[in-house]
Each structure stands twice: as structure tokens, then as C-alpha cells.
């Protein structure tokens, strides 16, 4: 039997331990591959699974992925793909993180860590979370005491970046005098209109005739 071709035996020998250890030095230390003088040949796989250590983080994918295993009801993946992301700061994975939190998708449900995670993308100016975390504050949900004025204050900020919903919501609490605010027509008019405006844009550009 050709041992040579053993890659998986190779890796617990004390010979691929060395040259684990010298691919190891290379990039750690930004040095060429030419520095690893080793066969290659043999080597290979041995090569291919180190950089792929190395590099991992590098090649993981972005919220954008962590958002499509979402819609795809593939929730352990999008777990697996936004938390690091959300811990380092991206507002969309900490977004979802939110989602997956209040729904009870792929964690226990649970509104406490939900409104923490909505709040970190908030201060971002992500629109959506401002929005949950209005929604959040006017209703008392989780750990958050029911505060009108804190609820108000996120509503406004998501509305006035363009959000439709927080655009509805705040038309609706001037029309009806709710969460602490005054009756006002002038205003939730204001607010309805640039909802409509909103949807208009959203829309696809009607084909032009022939």
C-alpha cells in the first residue's frame, strides 16, 4: 500500500506536525509560500486545510447571506452566519438577530434579547430596527418598561429615514392622539403622504407602451 497518498494518516505524523508549524509561521508572519519548502505534492491537502483555517473568517459570508438562509427558513444557518457579524457590529445581522430572537427561529423566543439586539442596530441608524424598537417600547415588551416617549422618539427617528411603516404608525398616532401626542390632522396627513410617496417609489417603473 502507497502510505504517501495517506493525507489523513500524514496529518498525525510528527514529519506534518513540522510542516504544519512552518505554513503556520508563513502567514502568520506575511511571509511568501516560498517560504514553505516543502513538497507540495504530498503536502497538498495538508496546505489547503491550514489556509482555510487561516483564512476562514476572511471567506465567511455576509449578512446578506446570513438574510437569504433567513427567508429560506434556514435558521441555524443564518444564526451560524450573523452572530459573529452582529457581535462586530454589522446593524443588518444584528437586525436579524432581533427577528430570530422575537419570533423564536432557530433560538428560544425571547423579547428581552430581541429589543437589545434592535436597539445595537438602532443606534446605527438601521430604519426596520428603530421601527421594532418604537414597537417595543409602546407595547412594554420583554425587559423594556412601556415608555410613550421612548417609543415616539424611535418611530420618529425610523420615519423621518424613510421607513413606510414607522411613516404609517406615526400618521396614525397624530390622526388618533396616541402614545402620548396630540390630535393632529396637519401632521398625520404629512406622515400618510409621504408614505404614499414611499410605495410609489418602491414600485417597479411601468412598462412604456410600444
Avoid at 509561521?25 to 519548502?37: D, G, K, Q, R, V
Wanted: glycine share 8%; aromatic share 12%.
Amino acid at each position: 500500500m502507497d502510505t504517501s497518498k495517506n493525507y489523513e494518516g500524514m496529518f498525525f505524523t510528527a514529519e506534518a506536525q513540522r510542516r504544519r508549524e512552518k505554513i503556520l509561521f508563513c502567514f502568520n508572519n506575511s511571509a511568501p509560500p516560498t517560504c514553505c519548502t516543502f513538497d507540495r505534492r504530498r503536502s497538498g491537502r495538508l496546505f489547503v486545510f491550514v489556509f482555510l483555517a487561516w483564512a476562514g473568517p476572511a471567506l465567511a459570508g455576509g449578512p446578506e447571506d446570513g438574510l437569504a438562509a433567513y427567508n429560506a427558513g434556514d435558521y441555524a444557518t443564518a444564526l451560524r452566519l450573523c452572530r459573529p457579524l452582529a457581535e462586530q457590529g454589522d446593524a443588518q445581522a444584528q437586525y436579524l438577530l432581533g427577528r430570530m430572537h422575537e419570533k423564536g427561529r432557530g433560538v428560544d423566543r425571547d423579547f428581552s434579547a430581541a429589543a437589545r439586539w434592535y436597539r445595537m442596530a438602532a443606534e446605527r441608524n438601521h430604519h426596520e430596527s428603530q421601527y421594532r424598537l418604537a414597537v417595543a417600547y409602546a407595547y412594554g415588551l420583554g425587559d423594556l418598561a412601556q415608555d410613550d416617549a421612548q417609543a415616539i422618539a424611535w418611530l420618529r427617528r425610523s420615519a423621518e429615514g424613510g421607513y413606510k411603516k414607522a411613516q404609517k404608525r406615526l400618521a396614525q398616532a397624530y390622526e388618533e392622539g396616541r402614545f402620548g401626542l396630540p390630535r393632529d390632522p396637519k401632521l398625520a396627513q404629512y406622515w400618510r403622504d409621504q408614505a404614499n410617496a414611499a410605495e410609489k417609489a418602491s414600485r417597479p417603473a411601468a412598462a412604456k407602451a410600444p
